[in-house]
T-cell receptor, first 117, second 113 residues
């Protein structure tokens, strides 16, 4: 049983470029989360999917950030016109629980380290 | 809003010594609390969680944490540190919506021989 995988593991972009980060959750997991982890900080919530529905995107920092999960499995986080402040590790997590998930464990991927020059 | 504060960004202990990592929470409702560990270049791994059952929670790798409502604390302990425990530790609390976790800033644990 594979865990959550993310690709690429490392991404370097020039300021202004668009990037796409991929997350493959654990098979069958209903819930999928994206977090942003700045250097020396804890992860910060970006967005949440239940199957293909994006139920919460309150953490997305700007309209340059867009996430999708069209078939309820793989998810892509897209950042348009990247800025230096977007440099961070982007973590994906999945959970078997649906809806309010209190107590359900989130399984995290290794993250994608994005560096914007 | 629910939040956690981790006291001490760096903690150093000798191998075999007690590990104590501090976490205080702020919540207007009974919280669900978690401790995660992050090894270099890896994702976060759940150590243990409190979901209003027993106040003393046992986790993996010999860690445990005690929920103390009167102190609004959820400190993580381990009786005897191993070199392999060196990592970043995050305390987290669930938010009202149930859709996310709010993490603390993390505590880096160093274990010296």
């Amino acid at each position: 049983g594979a865990g959550v995988s993310q690709s690429p593991r490392y991404k370097v972009a020039k300021r202004g470029q668009d990037v796409a980060l991929r997350c493959d959750p654990i098979s069958g997991h209903v819930s999928l989360f994206w977090y942003q982890q700045a250097l020396g900080q804890g992860p910060e919530f970006l967005t949440y999917f239940q199957n293909e529905a994006q139920l919460d995107k309150s953490g997305l920092p700007s309209d340059r950030f867009f996430a999708e999960r069209p078939e309820g499995s793989v998810s892509t986080l897209k950042i348009q016109r990247t800025q230096q402040e977007d440099s961070a590790v982007y973590l994906c997590a999945s959970s078997s629980g649906a809806g309010p998930w209190f107590g359900n464990e989130q399984f995290f991927g290794p993250g994608t380290r994005l560096t914007v020059l | 809003a629910q939040s956690v504060t981790q006291l001490g960004s760096h903690v150093s202990v000798s191998e075999g010594a007690l590990v104590l990592l501090r976490c205080n929470y702020s919540s207007s409702v009974p919280p669900y609390l978690f401790w995660y560990v992050q090894y270099p270049n890896q994702g976060l791994q759940l150590l243990l969680k409190y979901t209003s059952a027993a106040t003393l929670v046992k986790g993996i790798n010999g860690f445990e944490a005690e929920f103390k409502k009167s102190e609004t604390s959820f400190h993580l302990t381990k009786p005897s540190a191993h070199m392999s425990d060196a990592a970043e530790y995050f305390c987290a609390v669930s938010v009202d919506s149930g859709y996310a976790l709010n993490f603390g800033k993390g505590t880096s644990l160093l274990v010296t021989p």
